[in-house]
């Protein structure tokens, strides 16, 4: 793993803030690399040079937002410890907000890619949740992630009833839990980032 921060202005910095751009406002699928190499301002050998491909820019940016709400979620669970399933609600809404608001609920709402005949990486997501409430016989945090995604993708369309969809399956009031006017989640944590801008370092592996 190898992290690295891209100077401002550079080829690879302009072609990240527009793979955060595209692939937040549109699916992997709908996103070319013509376009991604036009948004940025460079030619499509210079994707290609800098990230070999377009899935693996893509999963560059996604790793960096996924981070960026995961942060935010183990901030609401310290905050709220989890001792059960309903627990985890304030740590997911949490997430769900800090998506919704930043513009990443389509990049974290669709499945990953991947190359033809590929695996799938593991959901850090449901990973992360697996700590709190996976018991070893019942591994709930696969069914928790893919609920919490599918909202994500009803958000794009209708944030609201998506949040209050995901607060009803974990038994939660649908305002119960969120960012306040200042982008932090209530008991401290992370400031919420500008939408659009890559975190620091990128994990470029």
Not at 33 to 39: F, K, M, S, T, Y
Not at 81 to 88: E, F, K, L, R
Not at 146 to 171: H, Q, T, Y
Request: hydrophobic share 45%.
């Amino acid at each position: 793993m190898r992290a690295w921060i891209p100077v401002p202005g550079t080829a690879q910095e302009r072609l990240i803030r527009a793979a955060l751009e595209r692939f937040g406002t549109h699916s992997y699928d709908a996103v070319g690399v013509g376009e991604l190499a036009a948004a940025a301002g460079v030619t499509t050998g210079s994707l290609y040079h800098h990230f070999g491909n377009k899935l693996a820019l893509y999963a560059i940016v996604r790793a960096d937002v996924e981070r960026r709400a995961i942060d935010r979620m183990r901030g609401a669970a310290a905050v709220s410890p989890i001792t059960n399933i309903a627990g985890s609600a304030p740590m997911l809404l949490v997430g769900f907000d800090y998506l919704v608001a930043a513009g990443f609920a389509r990049l974290l709402g669709e499945e990953h890619p991947v190359d033809v005949g590929g695996d799938p990486p593991p959901d850090p997501v449901a990973v992360m949740l697996a700590e709190f409430v996976d018991e070893p016989t019942v591994p709930v945090s696969m069914a928790l992630t893919a609920a919490w995604r599918a909202c994500l993708r009803a958000a794009v369309d209708d944030a609201a009833p998506a949040r209050a969809a995901l607060a009803r399956l974990l038994g939660a009031q649908a305002s119960g839990f969120s960012f306040d006017e200042s982008g932090m989640p209530p008991g401290g944590g992370a400031p919420r980032p500008e939408p659009n801008a890559p975190s620091q370092p990128l994990d470029t592996s």
